[in-house]
């Protein structure tokens, strides 16, 4: 399958410094990204959907000014925690959209943020 | 929010039994994907599903795309202990949204 990277995989930070966490499509272009947030044996919560060129789309009680998503080119989307406190403490994890003939989503390996 | 029922919650599996999960919605979708996810890590995926009916298998694993476009289910045969993990479903909508099922835990019977 297609490969998405994902760095940081951890990162710890004080609180009311910002985190940025970049996605990655290796082996192909993605127009779409997703970001999600997962809390501890939960399933994954959509935060904001990524578009190439455009602004990130946020689910319903999503701070944008807080989750800021930037995603300018085909092959990265980046994740920005600003002011981060420590309940934004979490796994987040991006996907990228393969949608040629059929629908697939790839998933990056999460990065483990702790704030301090 | 969650439109997708996906069950059973967890599970204890004894290493050799086949395992079975699926999950059930009141939307139809186009697309259905099985994901696996250890600890820490990324879901991986499993097996996609691109037609109602469609029946798919992967090494052990073996899902279907529910006739109706509504549920789907994996099985897993001949368990092994590295198949314990979080298993999700995901169906994709028109516009490519995918809606995520709660997950399965799989767990090792001691």
């Known amino acids: 399958g297609a490969v998405v990277s994902q760095h940081p995989s951890r990162v710890i930070c004080k609180s009311g410094t910002s985190v940025k966490i970049e996605c990655r499509s290796l082996?192909?272009?993605?127009?779409?990204m997703f970001w999600y947030r997962q809390f501890p044996k939960q399933s994954l919560m959509l935060m904001a959907t990524?578009?190439?060129?455009?602004?990130?789309?946020?689910e319903q009680g999503v701070e944008k000014d807080k989750f800021l998503i930037n995603h300018a080119s085909l092959t990265l989307s980046t994740l920005t925690v600003t002011s981060a406190h420590p309940e934004d403490s979490s796994f987040y994890i991006c996907s990228a959209l393969v949608a040629t003939l059929n629908t697939e989503a790839f998933f990056g390996q999460g990065t483990r943020l702790t704030v301090v | 929010g969650q439109q997708l029922n996906q069950s059973p919650q967890s599970m204890f599996i004894q290493e050799g039994e086949d395992v079975s999960m699926n999950c059930t919605s009141s939307?139809?979708?186009?697309?259905w994907l099985w994901y696996k996810q250890d600890p820490g890590e990324g879901p991986v995926l499993l097996i996609a599903?691109?037609?109602?009916?469609e029946l798919t298998s992967n090494g052990r694993l073996t899902a279907q795309f529910g006739i109706t476009r509504k549920d789907s289910f994996l099985n897993i045969s001949a368990s092994i202990p590295s198949d314990v993990g979080i298993y999700f479903c995901a169906g994709v909508k028109y516009g490519n949204k995918l809606v995520f099922g709660a997950g399965t835990i799989l767990r090792v019977k001691s």
């Open positions: 599903l691109y037609k109602a009916g």
């Open positions: 082996d192909f272009q993605a127009t779409t």
């Open positions: 990524s578009n190439e060129g455009s602004k990130a789309t946020y």
């Open positions: 939307s139809i979708f186009n697309t």
